[in-house]
């Protein structure tokens, strides 16, 4: 039952990390976004799967 468990959030875990630091690291480069930055970081950070994908839509913008 355990490697069950560990086969299934593993790879949601590597997913959750991988989308929070390139949405930090976009976050960081972009000149302007819509809202504080200190905001979006806060949000990518707490907000586990869902901050970076909610940045990914709402927070960029095209410059």
Do not use: Q
């Not at 590597?14 to 970081?41: E, T």
């Amino acid at each position: 039952m355990d490697e069950l468990n560990f086969a299934i959030i593993a790879p949601l875990a590597f997913i959750n990390i991988v989308l929070a630091v390139l949405a930090l690291v976009d976050l960081f480069k972009r000149p302007s976004v819509n809202g504080p930055k200190w905001v979006w970081a806060l949000i990518i950070i707490f907000i586990n799967l869902i901050g970076p994908i909610l940045y990914f839509v709402f927070g960029r913008r095209d410059t």
